[in-house]
């Protein structure tokens, strides 16, 4: 029998990772736990151990559960009546599979009833559940609000919402209203204190909330009276079985159908504050964000490995001209871009994991004892690591997976075209991978100032000074003059010395920066294991080759007065 | 209230991923060329112990199994989804058992396991495919019997109301506790492994498989502390058995001969697709009540 996880056998290179001998060290805090729980790892070895069972636990579901019902799903949808919804049923079949298995709240501490993994294996298996089903990912995914609570809601408000979640029960995080997307300063949300009965009131509305029903919410909404901008807001938990939100109607997408998207309407709904006043948006989305969108990079990676496969089956099996369509080469190039792109994306994917992994457990561990000056720097740079390459997974990735649904119609021909494979679904559910949590133009402007305050380049020049092996040298040169192109580009940016201009080639600057340090990743992958990686590694680095040399061609060829040609 | 369900499982080859050397060239199953497999029908009747369990808080699943030292995997299998424990009944006079002898096993196994409620197991395994060892253990421990059940609908003032699968329908039987059940491949499928159960038993280990890893053993001082991670395994003298009834000793059913069936198509017959020519084949399929 099949499975998603054990027949990519790519995921568990990541999983096995040396970083992660670290990651467990903290995140287990020297095993403390296995005095008083049974399922509690004794040591590293016991810890990669689990995580590899329970990750072929999820492979076996996404295989034989999530995947079979996916187009169900996506035809039937979920259904608003009442002020409620009801999902389609396959969706309810694969929460009940998840919940048995007991695969919710996986990075939760288990004195609140997870698991206690860390991130990384956490992110593997998003990246398989989306690979089954996108849609659902969005629901399974959206655990991650539990991180929120977590780290900012007080011990007793933990308690009561935490374990619910490892339960099984669902969450969302109601941040949009129409006036307020990617500006969520201008959210207007009312919250206000209701003296009388001690608690908090919500009124207004809220659109655009994914799993909108859910159990469990959190909101983002004013609680300063009289102010406009970002410091007015707070972060508040509202409990369903308070009442006081209803359904309106649930948005007929594109993609994505099983996980209803939903307008919500906020009746005096009795909330909680969750951490401190007016830190809503300043701080907690904030956080909540970059977690969310480290789940769409894993989104974008599940659903380009769903879409190369696909391509791939098609085109060992289609015939025309009297042999397989693979043998033509220009099929072939298609597949090998995809799958360089897939795996380009994917080893970005699991190292701003692992990044995530030691900042935030030093982050943990910094509430139970103070760090040591070493563990402080350690946090220190995990952290800003993690949020310069966070931005590049979600941004870089979705796109790829754009690419890899669109190739992978193309692979299917006519019949890509016609409702009948799999490869329009991925098509229509990658699209929102590159717009939701950050469009990609947003990513740039979060990962611009990494540019140009030389992180990217000092992460570049670390890889350079790693050893590959010694068939990789030469590739190892040509990302070296990548580097040098793409150094050549900012300077030149640089020397013009105008923010409009920088504006207008920051995305050409972030993405040569996003080639070359995917290239740099899949360098030290195929290192560690050339016949997984060997032959990617040289497609990926010949195509992010010409993508500098053209990005930096146009930034070169430049001038401040050209970018009014752009301007309507 | 609380119940003492007992499910009997058996560890199969996998008879539905048949390779080219499933069969010996002496006709009998090649075991070590078939994965070996939880019988599917035994995992149907451990989602209705497990549903049981869920229902009434405090009741405990038992797997009961007989095989070599390797069926431990049934037992380990059973552990993941829910069950609280499990015996392996595994002695060389238990070998060569054909039905009448494994329920004689079983029977007395369950004696010493001792004040069930609820012994529940597939309808048949996919290797034997004979329906007979449920109703045989019922017989020897002078139970009702309820087979092809589907579900079980609810328990109460020691009745227990289930749904069975018959020709053309179902039928809602009651029956008193204690009862033999057993389970049809249409009831709900197993529940998935649960990822705390199975970081908490993957180590459990059969006396044989501990000690054929001898001083290789991982994690060899776990075993002390966490007494679970220890299957137990019954020979036919710790469940008091007779000799004389056990394995091939107690064994009636003799093969003669096992013959290597191919199947070929003696007659073929085509037909173009035409309106006449599918009208012509239902007619005949219906005559010869294939279709009805």
């Excluded at chain 2, 599917?40 to 095989?67: H, W, Y």
Aim: net charge negative; hydrophobic share 40%.
């Amino acid at each position: 029998m099949s499975n998603f996880y054990t027949d990519t056998p790519e995921l568990k290179h990541h999983l096995n990772h040396p970083l992660m001998k670290r990651i467990v060290e903290l995140k287990e805090r020297n095993f403390a736990d296995k005095d008083n729980f049974d399922f509690a790892p004794v040591d590293f070895d016991d810890a990669m151990d689990s995580y590899d069972k329970v990750l072929t636990i999820i492979g076996d579901l996404c295989e034989n559960v999530i995947s079979q019902n996916a187009k169900d799903i996506d035809d039937e949808g979920p259904h608003c009546a009442n002020g409620r919804v009801e999902y389609a049923s396959g969706t309810k079949a694969n929460i009940d599979a998840c919940r048995k298995a007991g695969l919710m709240g996986i990075d939760m501490p288990r004195r609140l009833g997870g698991l206690n993994f860390p991130v990384t294996p956490y992110i593997i298996a998003a990246d398989i559940v989306s690979r089954a089903d996108a849609a659902f990912e969005n629901l399974w995914g959206l655990q991650d609000c539990a991180e929120t609570i977590y780290e900012f809601a007080n011990e007793e408000q933990k308690q009561r919402y935490i374990p619910r979640i490892c339960e099984g029960e669902t969450m969302s995080m109601d941040l949009t209203e129409p006036d307020a997307g990617s500006d969520l300063q201008a959210v207007m949300l009312k919250a206000s204190f209701d003296e009388a009965n001690n608690c908090w009131r919500l009124n207004g509305v809220k659109r655009f909330i994914t799993n909108g029903d859910s159990d469990i919410h959190l909101v983002l909404a004013r609680s300063e009276e009289g102010t406009t901008d970002g410091r007015g807001l707070s972060m508040f938990i509202y409990d369903k079985r308070d009442g006081g939100v209803t359904v309106r109607r649930i948005e007929d997408k594109m993609g994505i159908h099983g996980s209803p998207t939903c307008e919500l309407v906020y009746k005096n709904a009795k909330c909680e504050l969750c951490g401190e006043r007016k830190l809503g948006l300043i701080k907690y989305v904030m956080a909540l964000m970059n977690g969310a969108r480290l789940g769409i990079a894993a989104q974008s990676v599940g659903i380009s490995q769903a879409a190369y496969n696909e391509a791939l089956a098609y085109a060992k099996d289609r015939k025309q001209f009297g042999r397989e369509i693979i043998s033509f080469l220009a099929v072939d190039e298609m597949l090998s871009l995809m799958k360089a792109k897939l795996e380009a994306s994917r080893c970005l994917l699991y190292e701003t994991a692992r990044m995530v992994d030691v900042y935030k457990t030093l982050d943990d561990i910094s509430k139970e004892r103070k760090l040591t000056p070493e563990e402080r720097q350690e946090q220190k740079t995990y952290s800003k690591l993690a949020d310069s390459l966070t931005p590049l997974a979600k941004g870089m990735g979705s796109e790829y997976a754009n690419q890899n649904a669109y190739d992978c119609i193309q692979i299917h021909g006519g019949s890509g075209f016609m409702r009948d494979y799999t490869c329009e679904r991925l098509y229509r559910d990658a699209r929102i991978t590159s717009i939701y949590e950050g469009t990609t133009q947003l990513q740039v402007v979060a990962a611009i100032r990494y540019v140009t305050n030389g992180s990217y380049l000092n992460q570049i020049k670390t890889f350079e000074a790693a050893t590959v092996a010694p068939e990789f040298e030469t590739l190892k040169q040509r990302v070296a003059a990548m580097t040098e192109k793409y150094a050549e580009s900012v300077a030149k940016v640089e020397e013009v010395k105008n923010q409009c201009y920088l504006d207008f080639c920051a995305r050409h600057l972030v993405e040569m920066a996003g080639h070359i340090i995917m290239s740099h990743l899949l360098l030290q992958s195929a290192t560690s294991d050339a016949d997984l990686f060997g032959k990617t590694v040289n497609v990926y680095v010949r195509y992010a080759e010409a993508e500098v040399q053209k990005n930096s061609r146009f930034v070169l060829n430049l001038s401040l007065e050209d970018v009014e040609l752009y301007r309507h | 209230m609380s119940l003492k369900i007992v499910v009997l499982a058996k560890q199969v080859p996998d008879t539905h991923n048949v390779g080219k050397d499933a069969m010996t060239a002496e006709g009998t199953i090649n075991r070590s060329a078939l994965p070996a497999i939880f019988n599917p029908e035994d995992l149907n009747a451990l989602e209705q112990a497990l549903r049981l369990k869920d229902a009434f808080p405090g009741s405990t699943v038992t797997i009961l199994t007989m095989g070599p030292g390797r069926a431990a995997d049934v037992i380990r299998e059973g552990l993941y989804r829910g069950a609280d424990n499990g015996y392996l009944l595994t002695d060389r006079a238990f070998a060569g058992a054909d039905t009448l002898a494994t329920s004689y096993a079983l029977a007395t196994a369950i004696r010493k396991i001792g004040d069930y409620d609820i012994i529940i197991g597939g309808r048949q395994a996919i290797d034997g495919d004979t329906a007979q060892v449920g109703p045989q253990v019922a017989q020897k421990l002078g139970l009702s019997q309820v087979t092809y059940a589907e579900e079980i609908l609810k328990v109460e003032n020691k009745n227990i109301t289930i749904k069975r699968h018959i020709d053309g329908g179902v039928e809602t039987v009651v029956a008193p506790l204690p009862i033999l059940i057993t389970i049809n491949s249409s009831a709900a499928p197993c529940r998935p492994r649960n990822a705390r159960l199975v970081m908490k038993y993957k180590r459990a280990l059969g006396v044989q498989e501990k000690s054929a890893l001898g001083d290789q053993l991982p994690y060899a001082e776990l075993y002390d502390q966490r007494p679970y991670l220890n299957l137990a395994e019954w020979s036919v003298a710790d469940v008091d058995g007779d000799l004389q009834q056990c394995g091939l000793n107690g064994s009636p059913t003799k093969v003669k001969a096992v013959r290597n069936i191919v199947f070929q198509a003696k007659e073929s017959k085509t037909l173009n697709g035409s309106e006449s020519d599918v009208e012509s084949l239902i007619v005949e399929l219906l005559d010869n009540k294939i279709i009805g």
